[in-house]
Structure formats: C-alpha cells, structure tokens
C-alpha cells in the first residue's frame, strides 16, 4: 500500500458513517510502518434494522480493501457482531473471507477481545459503556457464552 504502510497496512471495516473514537485510537496504537485503509458499512443508527443493513454491506466493503491490496482485515462492530447472537463473528469472518476471494485473512474485533480476555486469564470483567442497556446486554450474552462474566459497575477484574 505505498509508503504509509510499509510494514503492513491493516484493512478496517467500520459500521457507522461518521466516527471519530475508533480511527484516532487506532491511528495512536498502529506502529510506525502500519497504516489503516478504511471502508464505512454507512450505519446511521442503532437498531436492529440498521445492523441488518449495515451488515448487507460489509461484504462489498471486504471486497474493496481486498482490491486495495490490504494485508489483513479487522471488521469492527461488536453492537453489530453481538446482536446476532454468540459464534456470529466465525460466520461473519467465513462470509467476508468468501467475499474477498479468500485473498487476505479476516478477523474481527470481538475475536481480538476473546483472544485478549483469554491471554489474560480474566474470566470475569466489568463492563463499562456509553450503549443503550440492550446492547450491553447483548454483550454479556456474548461474552458469557465463551466463559466470560461481565457485569455492570461493581464487578471487579479477576483472573483464573
């Protein structure tokens, strides 16, 4: 991808059309030589029929960072990955893998915290969010399903 990334550039596919937190974060923890190319799934919202729609699209947008010769792509959304209930990334890293020709791995974020979660021995986090009450919920679910307690305010970080 040219002189930006001359050690890798990363492939991030992000659900909301306007964003700010993400992108800087990401910029602050890339290393030198790493670049971020970004396609938006254009979601305007939060709600069910938005993350539906917005998931529409998220092949087309592997597909872009494929042909723009990225070295792996991060689709972003955890909302969007959690409402449709646990093991949904392994579908959705399967249908953005088949839509970009198998030509780069893909991953999402909720794998990347799974792994994370796992590599710290934490079994039980608390979870602290600016989402509606339905949407942290959804995350718990998630996140209980593969032996990771969460709970709101008091709960207290504990490893295994």
């Known amino acids: ?16 059309r306007t964003n700010e937190t993400v992108i800087n974060e990401a910029v602050r923890l890339a290393p030198e030589g790493v670049s971020w190319c970004w396609s938006v799934m254009g ?26 010769g ?8 955890i909302p969007l990955v959690t409402s449709k209930g646990p093991g949904y990334h392994e ?10 020709g198998h030509r780069k791995p893909v991953t999402t974020d909720i794998r990347c915290v799974l792994g994370s979660l796992r590599a710290l021995g934490l079994d ?18 998630y ?4 032996g990771i307690r969460g709970g709101r305010g008091g709960a207290q970080l504990r490893a295994r």
Not at 2 to 16: Q, R, S, V
Not at 53 to 64: I, P, T, W, Y
């Open 143 to 146: 996140l209980a399903h593969y």
């Open 70 to 77: 990225v070295d792996i792509i991060v689709s972003c959304g």
């Open 1 to 16: 991808m040219g002189a930006y990334g001359w050690k890798a550039t990363i492939g991030c596919i992000l659900p909301p």
């Open 43 to 68: 979601l305007p919202e939060f709600g069910q029929y938005q993350f539906d729609e917005a998931l529409g699209r998220a092949g087309e947008a592997a597909r872009e960072l494929a042909d723009r």
């Open 91 to 100: 579908r959705l890293e399967a249908d953005l893998a088949a839509a970009s």
């Open 124 to 141: 039980e986090i608390a979870l602290l969010s600016i989402y509606q009450r339905y949407i942290q919920d959804n995350l718990v679910r």
